[in-house]
């Protein structure tokens, strides 16, 4: 919420063409320019070639959650998929 950059890891709740929805542990404000890197994979490090995104995107609406996290949903304005 500082305007800081930071790095969280997370486990996506939902994924479209056009944006995310995850939860982070740090507040960030809506409207915010966020970057994100996305490592997709339907199994855990079996060696096997991932799926990468890179985007970035704008915090358009942000929700408290009862554990203290939040819920971040991030429409794309550019993405990468490599």
Request: glycine residues 10%; positive net charge.
């Amino acid at each position: 919420m500082n305007g800081q950059p930071f790095k969280e890891e997370t486990v996506l709740q939902d994924l479209s063409a056009g944006g995310s929805y995850l939860r982070l542990n740090r507040m960030v404000r809506a409207g915010a320019q966020v970057s994100l890197a996305v490592w997709l994979s339907t199994a855990e490090s079996t060696g096997a070639p991932v799926l990468r995104l890179g985007a970035r995107g704008r915090v358009t609406r942000v929700e408290p959650q009862w554990d203290g996290s939040y819920g971040v949903a991030v429409e794309f304005l550019r993405r990468h998929i490599f």
